[in-house]
């Protein structure tokens, strides 16, 4: 007996340590115990309104909950520069560990690629792309009461073309139309946002916009388009929106052979929509989780229903995809970016100030 018990006692112990071998550990999610009680900040490039605004903030919701660890989600407007302010603190000055995000502006890529803008020392090579939220082409619209309908009439007659500021998409669209497709534009500088410019244009101060994603009037203005308040002229981008397949698109306008270039650049310039990013620097297996979380977010039902209750189209590509697509930019042949950046600058008597009191 003293035998079999000891024989039954090892086989007990062996049995055991066979199954212990057998099934792996459980280890802890290194990505949720980092995020875990954690904040994200959102950095959102303009004040608050307008799409970056709107679509920064739906984000802000809904995302937390699909990232390992759910970590709290803040919004903070920072504007300036065009983008150009939040885009140096997320390279530059926010920590590098996934806990701060943002929607870049869309001109930077061309902005970088061209060497336009001093100010722009981030380097958009090194951002970890998460998604670009909506592909959405950049529309040139006017007013419904302007005397300018279509592309050819802004050949004929001075066009009042609201503007931020020097370097900004708003200036350098209007500034490409006129340098190689003939327009007139005249673009009044001055206003501090596209918001600014949407009231100069309800109040009749300029006649039109130079650019704006049509999801962002969606977005935003969602009655403008179907009303026929605002009367879009041209669209810049790769295809037609399949809303306004009467619209033309920048690809298929006629020019010069050696001109051509410079309309494919900026229609992959315009197909960069609402890039979201992560800072530099930061793990790989974070920024998987935070793509993975992304499109987890946008197939949610509860997020998919407030997207549509606010006029928020979701059109993603990938981060893979969208960060290919900004190395192009940045990529470009010499000779073709440097005879898009001449074609970018307004030529002197092209700008005017806007007035003080509405700014």
Same mark, same amino acid.
């Given at each position: 007996?003293?035998?079999?018990?000891?024989?039954?006692?090892?086989?007990?112990?062996?049995?055991?340590?066979?199954?212990? #071998?057998?099934?792996?550990?459980?280890?802890?999610?290194?990505?949720?115990?980092?995020?875990?009680?954690?904040?994200?900040?959102?950095?959102?490039?303009?004040?608050?309104?307008?799409?970056?605004?709107?679509?920064?903030?739906?984000?802000?919701?809904?995302?937390?909950?699909?990232?390992?660890?759910?970590?709290?989600?803040?919004?903070?407007?920072?504007?300036?520069?065009?983008?150009?302010?939040?885009?140096?603190?997320?390279?530059?000055?926010?920590?590098? !560990?996934?806990?701060?995000?943002?929607?870049?502006?869309?001109?930077?890529?061309?902005?970088?690629?061209?060497?336009?803008?001093?100010?722009?020392?981030?380097?958009?090579?090194?951002?970890?792309?998460?998604?670009?939220?909506?592909?959405?082409?950049?529309?040139?619209?006017?007013?419904?009461?302007?005397?300018?309908?279509?592309?050819?009439?802004?050949?004929?007659?001075?066009?009042?073309?609201?503007?931020?500021?020097?370097?900004?998409?708003? $200036?350098?669209?209007?500034?490409?139309?006129?340098?190689?497709?003939?327009?007139?534009?005249?673009?009044?500088?001055?206003?501090?946002?596209?918001?600014?410019? !949407?009231? #100069?244009?309800?109040?009749?101060?300029?006649?039109?916009?130079?650019?704006?994603?049509?999801?962002?009037?969606?977005?935003?203005?969602?009655?403008?388009?179907?009303?026929?308040?605002?009367?879009?002229?041209?669209?810049?981008?790769?295809?037609?929106?399949?809303?306004?397949? !009467?619209?033309?698109?920048?690809?298929?306008?006629? $020019?010069?052979?050696?001109?051509?270039?410079?309309?494919?650049?900026?229609?992959?310039?315009?197909?960069?929509?609402?890039?979201?990013?992560?800072?530099?620097?930061?793990?790989?297996?974070?920024?998987?989780?935070? +793509?993975?979380?992304?499109?987890?977010?946008?197939?949610? @039902?509860?997020?998919?229903?407030?997207?549509?209750?606010?006029?928020?189209?979701? +059109? @993603?590509?990938?981060?893979?995809?969208?960060?290919?697509?900004?190395?192009?930019?940045?990529?470009?042949?010499?000779?073709?970016?440097? +005879?898009?950046?001449?074609?970018?600058?307004?030529?002197?008597? !092209?700008?005017?100030?806007?007035?003080?009191?509405?700014?």
């Amino acid at each position: 007996m003293p035998g079999h018990a000891t024989r039954l006692v090892c086989a007990t112990v062996a049995a055991g340590t066979a199954a212990s #071998a057998g099934s792996a550990p459980v280890m802890a999610d290194p990505v949720a115990e980092f995020y875990q009680g954690k904040q994200i900040r959102i950095v959102v490039r303009t004040t608050a309104g307008g799409d970056y605004d709107q679509y920064s903030r739906l984000i802000g919701r809904f995302m937390g909950r699909f990232i390992p660890g759910n970590p709290n989600i803040i919004v903070v407007n920072m504007p300036g520069g065009g983008g150009i302010i939040a885009a140096n603190y997320m390279a530059q000055v926010a920590p590098r !560990d996934g806990t701060v995000l943002g929607i870049v502006s869309q001109g930077l890529p061309l902005d970088q690629a061209l060497g336009i803008s001093k100010q722009l020392t981030a380097n958009l090579r090194t951002f970890n792309w998460i998604a670009n939220v909506v592909f959405s082409n950049q529309l040139l619209v006017v007013w419904h009461t302007s005397q300018t309908r279509t592309l050819a009439d802004a050949k004929k007659r001075d066009t009042l073309i609201g503007t931020t500021g020097a370097g900004s998409a708003s $200036v350098q669209y209007p500034a490409f139309y006129n340098n190689v497709l003939g327009t007139r534009f005249k673009m009044v500088t001055g206003y501090v946002s596209g918001q600014a410019i !949407d009231l #100069a244009m309800e109040r009749g101060e300029v006649e039109g916009r130079g650019t704006n994603p049509y999801s962002g009037y969606m977005a935003s203005k969602p009655t403008w388009i179907p009303e026929k308040k605002i009367i879009p002229i041209m669209q810049a981008g790769t295809v037609k929106e399949p809303a306004l397949p !009467d619209t033309p698109l920048i690809v298929e306008q006629k $020019v010069a052979p050696d001109q051509q270039p410079l309309l494919q650049m900026m229609a992959s310039a315009s197909s960069v929509g609402r890039p979201f990013a992560t800072t530099p620097g930061v793990p790989s297996e974070r920024v998987a989780a935070l +793509r993975a979380a992304f499109f987890k977010m946008i197939g949610d @039902p509860e997020f998919k229903a407030a997207a549509v209750k606010e006029h928020m189209e979701i +059109r @993603p590509t990938t981060g893979d995809q969208l960060g290919t697509l900004i190395a192009g930019i940045l990529d470009a042949p010499q000779d073709v970016r440097n +005879r898009m950046k001449t074609a970018l600058q307004p030529k002197a008597d !092209d700008t005017a100030k806007a007035p003080a009191a509405t700014k």
